[in-house]
């Protein structure tokens, strides 16, 4: 069926031929029809990754097939999304090993992204929680792991779905005692403050930091970083311990039609920023809070992206080596200047990461959101110029527009995964928007212009 498709950031918006399958069957059956594909799971990648000519959505192919409640192992099919998963681990007492910052996905979209979340410096990202999986190539179906077929395995771990269709996942989970968080939010007057902070309560196992990206002199950065642990019971209220692994009540709001674009201007997002940071009235606020809006906020209001405006916007995240802190100095300075801020800009850190083609490593990450706007994408051209010079890349999961020569120089093993992904799909039949943007899915592969030298951007 042929219809218009959108991930998350509503940027770009196609026309694709979408399929779906509930039998393995099926979808033999689709991907042997003499077309291209992309596997797509809920959208909730923001750019282009996930979107093709024939997109084969992996929704209805959602079943649970394990689960060992006394090892916390679940097996799955790669449609099942993580809230669903939630709603019958969390009641065992089990939690997801990592998550994003939503549940609304899929978990071969955490697979093909390799997800990362509050917790990286400490557990990594979501492929070091696989037990295997398998994955249907143009060689027909394969298992792979971290020891069996390694090369398919790392490959398709933050390969986005270049590789073939991910099917069933293994995975283990993390044993908890409540459905709840012990949580503490410190303030921060500026950006050193902040990073000296990370460090300090490096130690905690889930982090992160709202950052106000517009401010200028000593407010420079001015941030809330929160901190978190699993709660025990003992650490919960009278009523809380009553019930201690109850599933939150899902109360939800929804943005039913896309705002006005004049809504998101440089006063709006400065208002917002203000008050963001006023209402944490105390240096710092210790309270225990259900693992809902502590992991997933933004879930709260279904169709949120609908409030950048029909034109959609581009959610713009890089990760820097911890050595390179000038860099995110530089970085946030451009943005400053440029009046861009965004609503949702957050900060936080990795721990070490040495993969194939994953995003993550050892440094500090940041995300923000831009809604689309004439000169954009000139600007965020500026600013990957200086995430590459700072040694730093970006994230495909996010990507709506980088330019070739950035992802063929930013990410170290980059031509590895090239001849994996050629040697499984040889004739790029996986392919998507992206992977072609990006001469993923190419003959001739890399560009010329990847073995140029980076230009020089100024930092101020």
């Known amino acids: 069926m042929q219809k218009r498709l959108a991930n998350w950031g509503n940027y770009p918006v196609v026309s694709s031929e979408e399929s779906t399958f509930t039998r393995e069957d ?36 959602d079943k ?32 997801l090993p990592v998550t994003p910052g939503t549940k609304f996905i899929t978990v071969g979209g955490a697979v093909a992204s390799d997800v990362h979340g509050k917790n990286h ?4 990202a979501f492929s070091n929680h696989i037990v295997d999986m398998d994955v249907i190539t143009a060689q027909g ?46 303030k921060a007057r500026n950006l050193e403050e ?18 106000d990206c517009l401010q200028k002199g000593d407010s420079f950065g001015r941030s809330i970083l929160i901190v978190g642990e699993h709660a025990t019971p003992e650490e919960l209220s009278a009523q809380q311990r009553q019930a201690p692994l109850e ?20 006063f709006t997002v400065k208002a917002f920023n203000w008050l963001y940071y006023a209402k944490n009235t105390k240096k710092e606020i210790n309270n225990v809070v259900s693992y809902e ?25 890089f990760v820097l080596p911890l050595d390179q802190k000038e860099g995110l100095i530089a970085i946030l300075k451009r943005i400053s200047d440029k009046g861009w801020g965004s609503f949702l800009a957050v900060l936080k850190v990795f721990g070490h990461q040495d993969s194939l083609i994953s995003f993550p490593m050892e440094g500090y990450t940041l995300a923000l959101d831009f809604p689309v706007r004439k000169g ?48 499984y799909n040889g004739d790029f039949r996986f392919r998507s928007l992206q992977s072609d943007r990006l001469l993923l899915t190419a003959a001739d592969q890399q560009p010329e212009a990847a073995s140029t030298a980076v230009p020089q951007v100024s930092a101020v």
């Not at 270049?162 to 908890?176: E, N, P």
């Not at 051209?381 to 980088?402: F, I, N, P």
Request: hydrophobic share 40%; with cysteine.
């Open 376 to 423: 954009l994408f000139d600007f965020l051209d500026e600013l990957d110029t200086l995430v590459l010079q700072y040694g730093g890349r970006l994230y495909l999961s996010k990507d709506a527009r980088m330019k070739q020569e950035i992802f063929w120089q930013s990410y170290p093993h980059v031509q590895r995964f090239a001849e994996i992904v050629k040697q």
């Open 26 to 61: 099926q979808l033999q059956e689709l991907l042997d029809r003499p077309s291209t594909f992309i596997a797509r799971g809920n959208g909730r990648c923001y750019g282009d990754a996930s979107l093709g000519v024939h997109s084969i959505s992996t929704l209805k192919y």
């Open 141 to 186: 179906l394969i298992t792979c792991s971290a020891q069996r077929e390694p090369d398919l395995f790392w490959a398709t771990c933050g390969g986005m779905g270049l590789t073939g269709v991910i099917t069933r996942v293994k995975f283990r989970l993390k044993k908890i005692d409540t459905a709840y968080i012990k949580q503490r939010q410190i």
């Open 194 to 211: 902040v990073i000296r902070l990370f460090e300090e309560y490096r130690h905690y196992t889930y982090s992160v930091a709202w950052i």
């Open 64 to 95: 649970a097939l394990d689960f060992d409640t006394e090892l916390g192992i679940l097996e799955c099919q790669a449609g099942l999304t993580l809230d669903h998963i939630l709603d019958f681990i969390v009641p065992k007492g089990w939690f």
């Open 121 to 124: 410096h400490v557990d990594g």
């Open 247 to 266: 599933l939150p009540k899902k109360k939800k709001l929804t943005i039913p039609f896309n705002l006005p674009s004049f809504v998101l201007n440089t």
């Open 293 to 317: 809006p502590f992991f997933y906020p933004l879930d709260a209001f279904l169709h949120w992206n609908r409030g950048y405006g029909k034109a959609g916007f581009v959610q713009y995240q």
